[in-house]
């Protein structure tokens, strides 16, 4: 049996997107035949949200998965400044290349899921030491997003250095992973790629994400992070606006560095009986409050650079059998399109209400889109298919040499 280490900044217990995303990967590989390790950050994001350790490692067996959970630094606040983010990003990938150089000989492939940018760096160590096979999986353009949020100067001296960084990067993999081909052709128009580039999809557990049996709650629902790449804000206002009308609570599941703004807004909106924070739950119980929920939000801000974006949340409200709809343009919009399961409304309090109110006012058309979602991220978007698609290229790449 051959092996494969996929590095990681989340992994569960974390309740992130990617952390969920790992796990079914690297789970489904195992169930393939592939023996998998994962090196992970001990337990951290949303930061501040569990205990700090100092342990330099801790090794568990998680579902047939060997997951080695290294020392890093734990941020103690919930928006951490920018040098306690850095040195959070920072220390894991570095550790983690220091634990891969002592086992370099062990692994026939290595697996480094961006963003964070830094999670490359195991990669780049190895592939220059070793003859591992490198795939390098890419889920945004963090440096890009970075600008567009505010967190970093477009020219400055920490965007040329990632910059240069990432290209060397793309120059060493030998298979470089994107999540949409929009996301591939802003790479490729912008750096040199020299390896083949395949898409893979962030995709959705559809045995765990599915209808439930149960009724309707009289709510829409939000799950995933609650960060500035969203504009939750515009969604909480058209919910007030509706609420002489329609009745509506809006569900926010997750956590993140904006969720205090939005819990004052809330206050001084006098939302509080209309928009509910659960804080992180656990993964299990995600798909029953979706498949409860009447229609799924993913507000994405009207970014140029997030026009790649297809978040994952939108995958789970499908696999739940729920509409959603979706703010932005590029990959969501496609999305929307495609499926026949989405609705696009412009970034406004104002055009969400109309979009919702247009879906609640037809709960027939809402079933109609809802059957369509479950039935194309089934087919299309399924974990269980990207991972196998991935076993391929492992053993085409890793085994064969090809």
Not at 65 to 76: D, E, K
Not at 154 to 173: D, N, T
Not at 269 to 296: A, D, N, Q, Y
């Amino acid at each position: 049996m051959k092996q494969v280490c996929i590095v990681s900044q989340h992994f569960p217990p974390e309740k992130s997107g990617n952390a969920s995303r790992i796990y079914d990967t690297a789970v489904h590989l195992a169930k393939l035949g592939i023996d998998v390790t994962v090196l992970a950050p001990h337990p951290t994001f949303p930061n501040g949200s569990f205990p700090r350790t100092w342990k330099r490692a801790d090794v568990q067996e998680v579902d047939g998965v060997r997951v080695v959970h290294l020392w890093t630094w734990q941020p103690r606040s919930g928006n951490p400044g920018f040098v306690s983010r850095m040195a959070y990003y920072l220390t894991f990938p570095i550790h983690a290349a220091f634990w891969l150089f002592f086992a370099r000989n062990r692994f026939d492939a290595i697996i480094t899921s961006s963003p964070p940018l830094f999670t490359g760096i195991p990669g780049y160590v190895l592939k220059r030491t070793t003859q591992v096979t490198w795939i390098l999986d890419i889920r945004d353009l963090w440096i890009d997003a970075s600008i567009s949020l505010g967190f970093l100067r477009e020219g400055s001296l920490y965007e040329r250095m990632s910059r240069r960084f990432e290209q060397m990067c793309l120059s060493r993999a030998d298979l470089v992973g994107v999540t949409t081909e929009e996301l591939g052709r802003r790479i490729s128009s912008r750096y040199t790629v020299t390896a083949p580039m395949t898409l893979m999809p962030n995709g959705v557990n559809t045995d765990v994400f599915r209808p439930a049996d149960g009724g309707k709650e009289r709510r829409i629902i939000y799950a995933g992070n609650v960060g500035h790449a969203q504009d939750l804000d515009k969604v909480a206002l058209a919910v007030k606006s509706m609420n002489g009308t329609y009745n509506l609570k809006f569900l926010i599941v997750g956590d993140g560095d904006t969720r205090e703004y939005l819990e004052q807004l809330v206050q001084s909106e006098s939302l509080t009986g209309s928009v509910i924070f659960t804080g992180i739950l656990p993964r299990e119980e995600i798909p029953r409050l979706i498949s409860e929920s009447l229609i799924g939000v993913a507000p994405l801000k009207q970014l140029e650079n997030l026009k790649y974006a297809a978040p994952t949340k939108a995958y789970e409200y499908m696999a739940c059998g729920i509409p959603f709809i979706g703010c932005g343009s590029g990959e969501i919009a496609h999305l929307a399109d495609r499926s026949g399961a989405g609705v696009i409304a412009e970034n406004t309090p104002e055009a969400i209400a109309a979009a919702l109110a247009s879906l609640l006012d037809d709960p027939g058309r809402m079933e109609e889109m809802g059957r369509r979602g479950r039935e194309y991220v089934a087919e299309h978007y399924d974990r269980r298919s990207v991972a196998l698609k991935l076993k391929q290229y492992i053993e085409r790449m890793a085994w064969t040499g090809a």
